[in-house]
């Protein structure tokens, strides 16, 4: 009998021509909990793929199992099919009602009733939706979850399906402070039930059952070691510091002159007898930098929804934008050119098959995808802010071939492209490693600092606010606590 459970031993992968896995040896055990953590682009998404069986590989990959066991990767991003059996959803689409009327629930998507009433966990298969804090959420369409819900059933669903080896890509994204705990409470159950676990992760997300621990930088591996071994000085510290010759050279004229760039009286929403926003009133002033937070499906999103033209609610509702009541004769197009907007619906929809350069320059006109021929000041202007942003290497890639935190710089350049006066960033950091949290939020800063834009940002980490916020907007159960 082997001593191992899975063995890699000079694991290379190549993926579009570039080598992203380079002669990668590890050893997993049995009954082992592993944590791997690297930089954006150091190859870990790829090696859950290569395990999972999704990519050609050099080298040997070998198990001792009889037959091939079945690896489950809970990915990043979660697509789901609806009734009409199409995953091709936009994200605006969460916000439209009849929408919602075409998309399975949540006890659909579980269907607990195709699973034994006790796994071989250990875990009753009825008490899974409780134990991820989904139980209150079972007749809601999947359309409408937030990002942390849908990140919960994600991980109720992978516990059902019992595989042989599970695999968590970033599974702290999108989840608040319960989450998190939640999340720790389930990799115990099932690191006590025997099943070999791998969880992809910061370094400073690393699950308090976790046993071991590997580094990537570069497709290499690192370091490989017991956990009790590991000391955070051994992921390197990032050295990245903005170039502020190159962001004070972006700066435009002033365009746009507003006292308030939102107004809410008294706002309302709410999907069947679910009440979202709850009598809902704030103002924020022209430069003014606020953090906006709250628990999983407090309506954060969907707040933002009335703000960036993707949730017709906001005609009936009171809701003032750059001193103008919405539905007085605006246009969706009239409002997305003063708002540079990023969140996790936008980057699970938006069109991969476009490359780095063409998805900046969509922001200059607020459209998925370029359809249009750009001047040469355009062009520049483009190439500049993926320099600034040190992307310009990936101007010609297509988004799909990039880590996920790339493609997360990609889109946070394409909200800052036009330079636009109301910046709204919805948790913004999911996907980033240490390194470009840190260069996000010192460029938010010079943003906000030297071009007088006003900020609504929103995240569950308070290490990942901008430090030039001073406003903040704390929701829970629909209503909002402003200091």
């Known amino acids: ?55 050609f590989f050099s080298g040997h990959l070998e198990w001792d199992y009889p037959g091939r066991p079945r690896v489950l990767v809970v990915e990043q991003q979660h697509r789901f099919k609806n009734l009409s059996n199409i995953s091709d959803f936009y994200y605006q689409q969460r916000f439209n009602a009849s929408d919602a009327e075409d998309a399975i629930t949540v006890r659909e998507a579980l269907n607990i009733g195709n699973y034994p009433s006790v796994l071989s966990s250990g875990i009753r298969s009825a008490d899974v939706a409780s134990i991820v804090s989904i139980d209150t959420l079972l007749e809601e369409p999947l359309i409408q979850l937030s990002n942390g819900e849908n990140k919960r059933l994600q991980i109720a669903k992978a516990i059902l399906e019992e595989p042989d080896m599970m695999i968590l890509d970033s599974p702290f994204t999108g989840l608040d402070v319960a989450g998190r705990e939640m999340l720790n409470k389930v990799t115990g159950l099932l690191k006590r039930s025997g099943m070999p676990l791998m969880i992809i992760t910061a370094a400073n997300e690393i699950p308090a059952d976790a046993t071991h621990i590997a580094i990537l930088d570069d497709g ?70 606020w953090a906006i937070s709250g628990p999983n499906g407090a309506g954060k999103s969907t707040l933002l929804s009335l703000l960036t ?147 609504l940002y929103v995240s569950h980490y308070k290490n990942e606010i901008p430090r030039c916020v001073t406003r903040f907007m704390m929701l829970k159960n629909g209503a909002a606590e402003i200091t």
Not at 365 to 384: A, P
Not at 393 to 414: C, F, H, I, P, Y
């Open 1 to 55: 009998m082997a001593s191992f459970y899975l063995l890699l031993r000079d694991v290379g992968v190549t993926l579009n021509g570039k080598r992203i896995l380079d002669n990668l040896s590890l050893t997993i055990n049995r009954h082992e909990c592993w944590v791997v953590t690297g930089p954006s682009g150091s190859g870990k998404t790829t090696l859950a793929n290569t395990i999972a069986g999704r990519h």
């Open 220 to 289: 290499r591996l690192k370091a490989a070691m017991p956990l009790a071994d590991y000391r955070p000085s051994m992921v390197a510290a990032g050295s990245y510091r903005l170039d502020m010759a190159l962001l004070q050279s972006l700066r435009q004229e002033n365009r746009y002159d507003f006292e308030y760039a939102v107004r809410m009286v008294n706002v309302n929403v709410a999907y069947g007898d679910r009440q979202i926003l709850n009598h809902i009133n704030w103002q924020v002033k022209k430069g003014e930098h």
């Open 309 to 455: 033209g993707d949730n017709t609610m906001a005609y009936s509702n009171e809701i003032y934008l750059f001193d103008k009541r919405r539905g007085t004769g605006e246009s969706i197009w009239d409002i997305k050119k003063r708002i540079g907007y990023v969140s996790p619906e936008m980057h699970l929809y938006f069109d991969y098959s476009a490359t780095s350069f063409e998805t900046v320059a969509s922001g200059l006109f607020d459209s998925i995808g370029l359809f249009r021929k750009l001047s040469e000041e355009q062009t520049d202007l483009v190439m500049r802010w993926l320099r600034l942003f040190r992307l310009e290497t990936t101007a010609g890639k297509r988004l799909a071939s990039l880590s996920m935190g790339e493609q997360r710089l990609v889109l946070l350049a394409r909200a800052l492209v036009k330079e636009p006066p109301l910046l709204i960033l919805d948790e913004p950091c999911q996907g980033l490693d240490k390194e470009h949290v840190e260069q996000f939020t010192r460029l938010i800063d010079d943003v906000c600092s030297q071009f007088d834009t006003t900020l």
